[in-house]
């Protein structure tokens, strides 16, 4: 097995593809004579078999008839070794062509050894790490026999109600770009070919990340324009890297069923792009498209599937049954057929399916691989985010004798993992607690005390025990958060604050005036403003996985230094949503200069709040700004300086600055480049993120930093629907977050 390329990414420059095609059209000609070699010795029902995905069921006997007359041409759930070759003879042995199953799951944040959930795997702003926990996820996955997996999901994800947030790279194009690019690399390898690589699947192809109302499967109303400008940027970025295969999303847009959507599917991914992979259907989308209101019954839908440009169903075998009758009756050609036939096949000769289609059966010791748990590790300690630090109340001092650990989060192995972990098993999570203990156990007394059982958790009686834990202890580490179950598919929330009676917790535990550090493990960004004014120290991290304990613990204790960023807004109320830092700016933008509610006066005039686009309760402003996190040292940043005042499109600009470590730690800064775009011919962002980099400085230390920004990327999609980069003025930030650092500006000229 290849050991894990530890990184060393204390800077990493990060240039987002461009938009010219994707270089994989049309597969090198060896493999597209072996397709083309297969498809004309097929009957139409093999062809539709391998259209057609089935979940795994009951014994093998049970499928094998179905994959032997060539019915199958991937299963989806099947992580037995010995039954995933069962399943493969039976293809490869007893079908007429023996062409191989394509095994399929959802290896979302890791297989065995859990990573952090990818929103978190977000915070880090670390490619790099994000690449090696896909990696790990892919080594461990294949050697099991899955060869496809179903991520990355690069949604780009603005409301945090919406319970797949947890699942996304948070609310930003560029950084979900990045990522999902990484993500792709890490899976893929650099060959689908070798037996370690798993086919990524960039997914939900579109706009699901919108559902209206944060309501999982809703529909969504996104203008061409700001799908093109803000939600197809990292589905392009991920077939620019390669990604084998897409799915596409539940949800209709403007009335048009991403599974029924020839533009995206034929127009945009297939001709603009130039993609020559293949599109899976998600979960029943095919038929769903009756509830939709698109299609009349399966028939229908499976024509308006595979017409629209969809290859293969996951599910719902409309495409078996009722294809043949379609294309007699003239609604479905014979050529649509074979043009996803041969989409399917490329992928199954990419991924050398044909000439190595078994798995060793006993390669599963690969599992939790000392490595993988050191990679796991890492990323969970990257992906924390130190919101506040009173008094510098951590890391935890030396003189510290005694730490009271308390609340539902800090012995919960299940939870503590997060959403999508199928193959994760909670026997093998190291939580806050036992790594607390087994680590600093030496150096300070640990007195538990749970408060509450679990996040949802509304009985008090356990309150006043964590309040004696408290009393006894020099400082309080509360552990509260969410359940892994509420949030993910299908686990949406219309509240955001923290559930049960964990207010309650924090607020007794901030009453006895000890220290108090609240670590808060979600799957999304929750409305804490209440317990972080209450606590002293905040580190938020999303649910970190398998080696979350030592990972926090280390954090805890300062053997390791926070550097993770907030990638997404964290709203004050829930009532803010949607609220994102790369927002238009509307013609009266809002003002800092609100009146308390309270204080306006009885019969105030109408324009009493200046007439400027707020909330008179809560104002305008976020809790936390996209991009947020302090760490336990102190950085200054100079003022950057620009290559050129004036330039063309072609030219590439230069950003420098001094970056300086002011603080006593050695530490991470998260170093951030935003662009606006001041007059264009469409109102634009006032902010969008075009560059980051991580820079590891020791204390007093200094470095000039540089990005490079081509001015090719400023382009967008403007009036006329053309993707340009209009000439004119921009502003430039460089800063540790969306809201902070001395505006530049350039020009761009013709
Ligand atoms: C439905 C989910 O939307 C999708 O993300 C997942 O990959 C499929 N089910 C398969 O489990």
Known sequence: MKTVKLLSACLLLLPLVSCTQVQNKGGDAATEQKVEALLSKMTLEEKLGQMNQISSYGNIEDMSGLIKKGEIGSILNEVDPVRVNALQRVAVEESRLGIPLLMARDVIHGFKTIFPIPLGQAATFDPQVVEDGAWIAAIEASSVGVRWTFSPMIDVSRDPRWGRIAESCGEDTYLSSVLGAAMVKGYQGDSLNSPTSIAACAKHFVGYGAAEGGRDYNSTFISERNLRNIYLPPFEAAAKAGAATFMTSFNDNDGVPSTGNKFILRDVLRGEWGFDGLVVTDWNSAREMIAHGVATDDKDAAALAVNAGVDMEMVSYTFFKYLPEEIKAGKVKQSVVDEAVRNILRVKFRLGLFDNPYVDEKKASVMYD?????????????????????????????????????????????????????????????????????????????????????????????????????QRADVVIAFVGEESILSGEAHCLADLNLQGAQSELIAALAKTGRPLVTVIMAGRPLTIGKEVEASNAVLYSFHPGTMGGPALADLLFGKAVPSGKTPVTFLKTVGQVPLYYAHNNSGRPASSHLKPLDEVPLEASQTSEGSSSSYMDVGAQPLYPFGYGLSYTTFKYGKPQLSAGELSSKDVLTVTFDLENTGKYEGTEIAQLYVQDKVASVTRPVKELKRFARVTLKPGEKKTVSFELPISELAFWNLNMVKTVEPGDFGLWVGPDSQTGDEVFFKVVD
């Open 370 to 470: 000392a490595s993988h748990l050191e990679a796991a590790k890492r990323a969970a300690e990257e992906s924390a985010i130190l919101l506040k630090n009173e008094g510098e109340v951590l890391p935890l001092k030396e003189n510290i004798r005694t730490v009271a650990v308390v609340g539902p989060m800090a012995d919960a192995p299940h939870d503590q993992l997060g959403t999508w972990i199928f193959d994760g098993e909670k026997a093998h999570t190291q939580t806050p607690l036992t790594a607390i203990k087994e680590m600093y156990g030496d150096k300070v007394q640990v007195i538990y005390e749970q408060g509450l059982a679990y996040s949802r958790d509304k009985n008090t009686a356990g309150i006043s025990k964590a309040v004696a834990a408290a």
